[in-house]
């Protein structure tokens, strides 16, 4: 992109940033505030070079300022664009429990029209990534990937914005066929695969594949939020995706050959380090559900150089998940 048409496009996006326009004063110090400053004669330019461009300007009298004074706004055209940064801040804020209360109504629909006019966070970030690693010739993606159904996403993201509940079919592993069901989407996470988030008839989070859904489809039905559920401490409660009934407090021991190396790693929030004289490092961490605590301990990486030290609880998952896998060369 040139630096003019850039400078073309952030002045087209001033102009459209107020809702009751702009005088050529304070579009000259829209772009001070960038590092630079044009004069009258290039403000004038500019507006044409806009309408050239097909673009609708209108102009009209100010009523605050001195009675010739014109003001300037551009219309018709969705400019705005939210950063990942931006747009997650204002997510965020909107999630927020005593937003409600603290809140206009009219402040609130205005933030949730912004955001419903943007590309869909999961879908830009995923998207970016994955153009990056294409598009460089020194990096490359070898993990598995599902399949990322965009519409699908939009919706999900939209309902989780506007407490909206959706409806879909879904297939679980002991289900012979997939069966409708209607949820609130709570968020979406992100692992070795991607998972959706719901609230379910317990008021108890339940987890949906996202490469599994069929027929999304957004609903009328407006939801509410617990107001005690925080989903990023409820993310950061687990080791990984899955989720167990109670916390449970994990210690397991690296040995010297390769505790260097994991040391490197952040496991879990909560974890805490320490080494050994002899180098070995205790890594100390409480969660809830060890599924892939397990797949974690057989981490090609340090396979055979890690032990569990407690709970028992974990020791016996693991001598059962063992067996299980007997049946693989069996």
């Known amino acids: 992109m040139s630096i003019k048409f850039r400078d073309l496009m952030l002045f087209a996006t001033d102009l459209q940033s107020s809702s009751i326009g702009l005088t050529k004063q304070q579009l000259i110090e829209k772009t001070l505030e960038r590092g630079y400053k044009i004069s009258s ?180 039905e407006v939801a509410v939020r617990p107001l005690e559920f925080n989903f990023k401490k409820w993310c950061a409660e687990s080791f990984g995706i899955y989720h167990g009934d109670k916390t449970i407090n994990v210690e397991i021991e690296f040995s010297p050959k390769v505790s260097e190396r994991a040391s490197k790693i952040k496991f879990h929030p909560s974890q805490k380090m320490k080494f050994w004289k002899d180098k070995t490092l205790r890594l100390s961490l409480r969660c809830k559900g060890w599924k892939e605590i397990i797949h974690e301990v057989l981490h090609p990486d340090y396979l055979g150089e890690v032990k569990i030290i407690q709970p028992k609880e974990l020791k016996d998952e693991f001598k059962n998940y063992i067996k299980k896998c007997e049946s693989v060369v069996s």
């Open 41 to 220: 004669r290039t403000c004038d330019r500019w507006l044409k070079d806009l309408e050239d461009l097909g673009l609708k300007i209108d102009d009209t009298k100010s009523e605050v300022e001195h009675f010739n004074t014109k003001v300037y706004k551009l219309r018709g055209l969705p400019l705005m664009h939210l950063d990942e940064q931006e747009r997650s801040s204002l997510e965020r804020y909107l999630a927020e429990k005593n937003v409600d209360a603290n809140t206009d109504k009219n402040v609130r629909t205005a933030i949730s029209k912004i955001l419903a006019t943007q590309e869909p966070l999961t879908k830009t970030i995923l998207h970016k990534t994955q153009e990056l690693i294409e598009q460089t010739a020194h990096t490359g993606n070898i993990q598995p990937r599902m399949e990322i159904n965009e519409t699908q996403i939009a919706i999900i993201e939209k309902a989780i914005q506007l407490q909206q509940k959706i409806t879909f079919k879904y297939k679980t592993q002991t289900s012979k066929r997939a069966t409708q069901t209607t949820r609130m989407p709570l968020g979406l996470l992100f692992g070795r695969f991607g998972y959706l988030v719901c609230l379910g008839m317990s008021e108890k989070p339940i987890i949906y594949r996202l490469d599994l859904l069929q027929d999304v489809r957004e609903t009328d």
